[in-house]
């Protein structure tokens, strides 16, 4: 049986947002994620546009903090207007992640976690957590193609 045909197998998004690049958190959490022993097929630092954003968090636009949430993610909170977009390519790959990464709201999130360790809530509610990852494997495969050409994915 191929890698592929193996319904664990698979790829997932992963973010790490302005907030991460500003406190120069890259390394730690890189460092994190190779612990799940995926391989990294897909890497970019990119300036986020509005539209990616809004294509992004689409899924929470009637949220109250909506607004703020596509001004963290295009960096414009940090004055850091970049992410790092990764993609991560293995067997269980999108729990692997999203355990390390930990729970969405840092306060939940284990203290061992990145998000526990890294993240923070903001008086307007919204979770500065550094890192996003993709949740399933329906959204993992729509984030990656809001995020990379099917050219810039080297499996």
Known sequence: ?????????????????????????????????????????GARVTKVSR???????????????????????????????????????????????RQIAGATNPEEATPTSIRGSYGRITTKGVYENVIHASSNEKEAQREIKLWFKPNEIIS
């Open 51 to 97: 539209k990616l954003a809004e294509n992004h968090y689409y899924h929470l636009r009637e949220k109250p903090f909506y607004p703020e949430l596509i001004l963290y993610l295009q960096g414009k909170i940090h004055k850091k207007e970049k992410i790092l977009a990764l993609v991560y390519e293995g067997k269980n790959a999108i729990k692997k992640v």
């Open 1 to 41: 049986m191929s890698k592929k045909n193996d319904s664990s197998f698979q790829q997932t998004l992963v973010l790490i947002k302005p907030d991460g690049l500003k406190k120069s958190l890259t390394g730690n959490i890189l460092t994190r994620l190779s612990e799940t022993k995926l391989n990294i097929v």
